[in-house]
């Protein structure tokens, strides 16, 4: 049976110049080497994704942008389409991120856009879902996470659907050292799964990847990752050190 790949990726948000990306790369690909068994993904910003996309030569690495527009071009000022990181080297790209939710309004019908838009361009996008905490103090998770997920996946098609990624990454947890419990993320991932396979397709739901992010440190990697339904880590504050995401890479 096809087995789900792990996926580690890094999201540096507003982090690192050129040079100080490329450094990174660089050790990290000296220090860690070819990756087989599972996937890494660096999310840079914007400005050093040709830089890295350079010097990203070791197997099992792969480019995400942090972001897209909907749109395939025109007068947007500021803004970076989904053609544009195809052609500088990207792979994937980070749709709906809480802080694209919370501090910019993107909204879930932006984000179901953002999502198609990245398909049409070749791109995978990775899907972020999450709850705030007074909608998990409200015991609204599940349907916070359901009308996200529901949204975002109106319209793809069954491969599409296989492709996507989805990270599930309570807001309460993003930068605050606040994770979740092994136990909390297991059981909004198994929902997650559930609802997916009722939306698009048991298979489809079997081979979807479901990544965990929020305060993903060396300590808690391990913990999570054992959990049958979490597929892989996304990884802010963590993966800005070459030490700390060198081990979150190696979780066993
Ligand atoms: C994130 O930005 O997606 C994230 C999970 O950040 P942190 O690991 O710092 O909580």
Not at 37 to 43: K, L, N, P, W
Not at 44 to 66: E, K
Not at 181 to 191: C, G, L
Not at 213 to 227: C, E, I, R
């Amino acid at each position: 049976m096809e087995k789900r790949i792990p996926l580690i990726a890094a999201n540096w948000k507003m982090h690192k110049t050129v040079g100080e990306s490329v450094a990174f790369i660089e050790e990290l690909q000296r220090e860690v080497g070819a990756v087989t068994d599972r996937e890494v993904v660096i999310a840079p910003p914007f400005t050093a994704l040709a830089a890295v996309r350079r010097v990203m030569t070791a197997p099992g690495y792969r480019l995400a942008s942090q972001n897209c527009h909907q749109e395939a071009k025109g007068a947007f000022t500021g803004e970076v389409s989904g053609g544009m990181l195809k052609d500088v080297g990207c792979e994937y790209v980070i749709v709906g991120h809480s802080e694209r939710r919370h501090v910019f309004g993107e909204t879930n019908e932006t984000i179901r856009l953002k999502v198609a838009a990245a398909f049409a361009c070749g791109l995978v996008p990775i899907l972020c879902v999450g709850e705030v905490l007074a909608e998990r103090e409200s015991n609204r998770t599940f349907k916070v996470v359901d009308e996200q997920v529901q949204s975002a996946v109106l319209g793809l098609t069954p491969q599409q659907a296989r492709e996507l990624v989805i990270a599930y990454e309570p807001v309460w947890a993003i930068g605050t050292g606040k994770t979740a419990t092994p136990d909390q993320a297991q059981e909004v991932h198994a929902f997650i799964r559930e609802r997916y396979a009722a939306l698009c397709d048991k298979t489809v739901a079997n081979l979807t990847r479901i990544l965990y992010g929020g305060s993903v440190k060396p300590d808690n990697v391990d913990s999570l990752m054992a959990q049958p339904d979490v597929d892989g880590l996304l990884v802010g504050g963590a993966s800005l050190e070459v030490g700390s995401f060198k081990r979150i890479i190696r979780f066993v």
